[in-house]
């Protein structure tokens, strides 16, 4: 069975701080990892994946993540965070066809 | 807005009753996602079409759920003698095949069943 584990639930930076959201994952098949971003109020977008090659993904907004393999992790980064971030992340975990597989979140509040 | 429209915004009902949602994709899109969402939780997947073809359907998708896409185009959930265990957010997505899964979400249909 698959999992996707992402463990900070809720992260408060200040602006201009760093950002790291983990992520880690449990799959017997080909690994296609996702994050998805919810703005409040708005619905959820693609922030950023990994299908293959290259294990550093850039994505949008300036975020970026790193697939390890050997760590069965894909955490999302961004080197200094604005008020606009705060937002809820989701990772997911590509399963079966054509259906995606979703962590619990984490919330993310960016004090200005 | 030509992104995914889902209506209504919020239904709420008594246990028991019927509920139907509606789900328009952006419309090159051939394939359209069923997922549910309760407080706290991640999205889960529900059911997927390809065209009008319902190709994979979630064990969470009980004998009281029936999903329609009859033209391949619009999309109906429909809830049948609703539970309050069914309360949540009912989100609805499309893709293109051969896209690598980018999926494009609507707003959900907030249910509440009293």
């Known amino acids: 069975a698959q999992s996707v584990s992402q463990h900070n639930h809720h992260v408060i930076l200040s602006e201009a701080a760093s950002l790291e959201l983990g992520c880690n994952y449990s799959y017997g098949g080909t690994v296609n990892l996702f994050w998805y971003v919810q703005y409040p109020g708005q619905h959820l977008q693609l922030l950023l994946k990994?299908?293959?090659?290259?294990?550093l993904v850039k994505g949008i907004k300036g975020f970026e993540a790193e697939f390890i393999k050997s760590k069965f992790s894909f955490n999302l980064r961004k080197p200094s965070v604005q008020w606009s971030d705060t937002a809820e992340y989701f990772c997911a975990l590509k399963v079966g066809a054509n259906n995606l597989f979703f962590g619990t979140g984490t919330r993310l509040t960016v004090i200005p | 807005d030509t992104g995914v429209s889902q209506n209504p915004r919020h239904k709420i009902t008594k246990r028991g009753q019927n509920v139907t949602f509606r789900c328009d994709p952006i419309s090159e899109h051939n394939r359209l996602y069923w997922y549910r969402q309760t407080l706290g939780q991640g999205p889960e997947f529900l059911t997927y079409f390809q065209n009008e073809a319902q190709l994979e359907k979630s064990r969470l998708l009980s004998d009281r759920f029936s999903a329609e896409r009859p033209k391949g185009s619009f999309s109906t959930l429909e809830i049948q003698r609703t539970e309050q265990g069914d309360s949540a957010m009912y989100l609805c997505?499309?893709?293109?095949?051969?896209?690598?899964?980018?999926?494009?979400f609507g707003s959900g249909t907030q249910l509440s069943v009293l």
């Open positions: 997505a499309s893709s293109i095949q051969g896209s690598n899964e980018k999926l494009f």
């Open positions: 990994y299908f293959s090659g290259d294990p």
